[in-house]
């Protein structure tokens, strides 16, 4: 079935065509809008006009070289355009028959050679995962479940940002508190965020009152240097106004003072406790907390200091454990780890920027050293082959104090990765806001000259997600994480099954399974060029568009079975003497459902060609869509005759295998109850 009939036909009228008239053309199919039409269409108006032919002379042509095939009922032309009616019993017995037979029916040998790579989620380990970037794993996710179910070897990856400059005040503050007896009254990543959250506001506030005394605004030193008043703060900006600097910088002390301020009010007020410990423990412990973290930053760089080496990881691997038991929560499990400092203390780095210097693509501006993307582009075929006509803006990879960045660091390891996996291709599933980044890694390997490594790279991007009534800002701690997300999901739908005749423990198990396929399908659904507004109601809504309809839809499914078997059926039998079934859909509802049914296949290999992975959610709602409308149109159990009874016994087994299916690529959990 991999190979749809729809497509062996279009094969045979351009074989047709090419041997009658000598055109090569591709000729495209679809369905006819009206069932009364035709089960397919091909558009034949553009070739008449090109050999100077009727539609109707050359559809008589057609006929009569393909009006062998057994699969075809009936041709004629209507409006241009040839359209086909299939024989019914011979395409549903062939349907059927595969999927019953199959173990796991759209799986195939498509991708059996190649070797992908998957890397997502790879958020930065200072914080819960919000639901920003769950988008990014919720589609890494079900990629690498779809190149699995077309038979790649798939290797699911975690990049972790270990060395960015926001992550050292962090580990000064989890270690301060851990020595003084403080530990997690919470989920440990989230604890973790609060920390972070509250190190950058004290290390920023630092910051901007040295940058006060630099412009000779006097700083109040009877306040903690990490605390900013009200009153001090007034008295800076009156300062600030009345001054003599240009209008610009003017602004940007007046703006960064007042939200400094808004942030720590905000912070003192959501975890008071956390603030007020650790704004007395860096007061009353660390002489400059901004040379403190400056001096974690290069020590942990150097990658020499086992002592620094052991805070970090300690605090990372906390994180990344809140981080893993989340996706656990959703089905979603990486393969390996991989940590940028390991990258960075490898060597790999300096053999990037020497080769890069060698090849004359570097632009140095004092100590720092820009990649010149444009230039390498321009040069070396790269914007011809990927048609990039605007001009690609340099990217800076060594700062001006001659320490590499993290775009640098990313270039090696790329190649690292791509090596250790022998992979055919990399999918790096990044925010759109990481589009000139992204780039510029496959441009320093071409800069390189490692163009083979950098065409297997493909960067997946993604727009935002919002969630109905909340703001994001992550320094406040305004964020909404999965697990909030999930505890919410699971509350909505409690109220929905509590109306039902549940027991607890189903109660319990059903709010779990449901809140996060819910959530899941959610987010997959929307094309991840458009932003995601979140709206847990709807969400949860099992008469719309949602997780749990598809659950809902397979449930009714088991249910037939179940009554069946109690009404002394076999449909497990009835499964294994196929050939003495007659396959013949009488119904609308029936050719509807089984014409959907044969799409799944072609689905899943349309996706994984086009990188759109909501058109797979979107076909599991139209084919749970389609079994609604058969299972109200066409009794099952009260079928009028037994050979009826069979058949849509048949029909109801297959579409449980299609959403079985359907279930493992998207990563949604089952349930035989709802």
Not at 18 to 34: A, N, R, T
Not at 218 to 226: L, R
Not at 525 to 550: H, M, Q, R, Y
Not at 596 to 625: G, R, T
Request: hydrophobic share 40%; proline share 3%.
């Amino acid at each position: 079935m991999i190979s749809r009939l729809y497509t062996e036909i279009q094969q045979d009228i351009m074989e047709i065509l090419k041997q009658e008239y000598g055109v090569e053309k591709l000729i495209l199919w679809s369905k006819p809008h009206d069932i009364n039409l035709g089960d397919v269409s091909f558009p034949l108006f553009s070739i008449a006009k090109e050999i100077g032919k009727s539609p109707q002379e050359i559809s008589d042509i057609i006929i009569k070289k393909i009006a062998e095939s057994k699969i075809i009922q009936k041709l004629y032309v209507k409006g241009g355009f040839l359209n086909i009616f299939l024989d019914r019993e011979i395409f549903t017995t062939n349907l059927i028959k595969f999927i019953l037979n199959e173990p796991l029916y759209g799986y195939s040998t498509t991708r059996e050679s190649e070797r992908i790579i998957v890397e997502h989620t790879s958020s930065n380990p200072n914080a819960p995962l919000h639901i920003g970037n769950f988008r990014n794993s919720v589609i890494g996710d079900v990629l690498a479940r779809l190149f699995k179910m077309l038979g790649a070897n798939v290797n699911v990856r975690y990049y972790v940002n270990d060395l960015g400059k926001q992550v050292a005040p962090l580990i000064i503050g989890y270690h301060l508190l851990k020595s003084n007896g403080f530990h997690a009254d919470c989920k440990i990543d989230a604890w973790i965020g609060q920390i972070y959250a509250t190190m950058n506001t004290l290390l920023e506030i630092q910051q901007v009152k040295n940058l006060l005394n630099t412009n000779d605004i006097a700083v109040d030193q009877t306040i903690s240097i990490y605390r900013l008043e009200e009153t001090e703060v007034a008295k800076y900006i009156l300062f600030i106004k009345q001054g003599e600097k240009e209008k610009e910088i003017k602004e940007n002390l007046v703006e960064t003072l007042e939200k400094l301020k808004l942030v720590q009010d905000s912070l003192l007020q959501k975890i008071p406790i956390i603030y007020t410990e650790l704004h007395k423990l860096v007061l009353s412990n660390i002489d400059n907390l901004f040379n403190m973290t400056n001096n974690f930053i290069t020590k942990y760089l150097e990658g020499k200091d086992e002592g620094i080496k052991e805070k970090y990881r300690e605090v990372v691997n906390n994180t990344l454990y809140g981080h893993i038991e989340t996706l656990k929560s959703f089905n979603i499990i990486h393969d390996d780890f991989d940590w940028e400092s390991d990258v960075a203390w490898s060597g790999e780095v300096k053999y990037i920027l020497e080769e890069l210097e060698k090849n004359e693509f570097l632009r140095h501006d004092a100590k720092a050293r820009l990649l010149e993307n444009d230039k390498i582009g321009s040069q070396l075929g790269f914007k011809e082959k990927y048609s990039i006509t605007y001009k690609i803006p340099d990217i800076i990879i060594v700062n001006s104090e001659g320490i590499p960045l993290y775009p640098c660091r990313d270039i090696a390891y790329h190649l690292h990765k791509l090596e250790k996996f022998d992979a055919n291709y990399c999918y790096n599933v990044i925010g759109k806001q990481q589009q000139l980044p992204q780039l510029s890694v496959k441009l320093a390997l071409y800069g390189i000259f490692a163009q083979e490594l950098a065409d297997k790279i493909t960067h997946i991007d993604y727009e935002y997600v919002t969630l109905v009534g909340r703001k994001m800002a992550a320094r406040e701690l305004e964020y909404v994480t999965p697990d909030e997300l999930f505890e919410s999901a699971k509350k909505e739908v409690t109220k929905i099954t509590s109306t039902r005749n549940y027991t607890q423990e189903e109660q319990k198990e059903i709010a779990k399974k449901v809140a996060a396929s819910s959530i899941k399908y959610h987010i997959l659904k929307i094309d991840s060029n458009k932003a995601v507004i979140f709206d847990i109601k709807k969400a949860v809504d099992p008469n719309e568009n949602t997780g749990p309809f598809l659950q809902y839809s397979y449930a009714r499914a088991l249910s037939i079975l179940k009554k069946a078997k109690e009404k002394g059926l076999k449909p497990k039998q009835i499964s294994m003497d196929l050939e003495k079934i007659d396959f013949i859909p009488e119904k609308k509802e029936e050719w509807e459902l089984i014409k959907c049914m044969e799409e799944l296949p072609s689905v899943y290999i349309s996706a994984a060609e086009s990188l759109k992975l909501d058109s797979i959610a979107n076909f599991a709602f139209q084919l749970a869509s389609a079994f609604h409308k058969f299972y109200d149109k066409c009794p099952v159990l009260a079928a009028e005759t037994k050979e009826m009874l069979n058949f849509r016994l048949l029909l109801v087994m297959s579409v449980i295998k299609c959403l079985e299916s359907l279930f493992e690529v998207m990563g949604l959990d089952i349930l035989d109850k709802m």
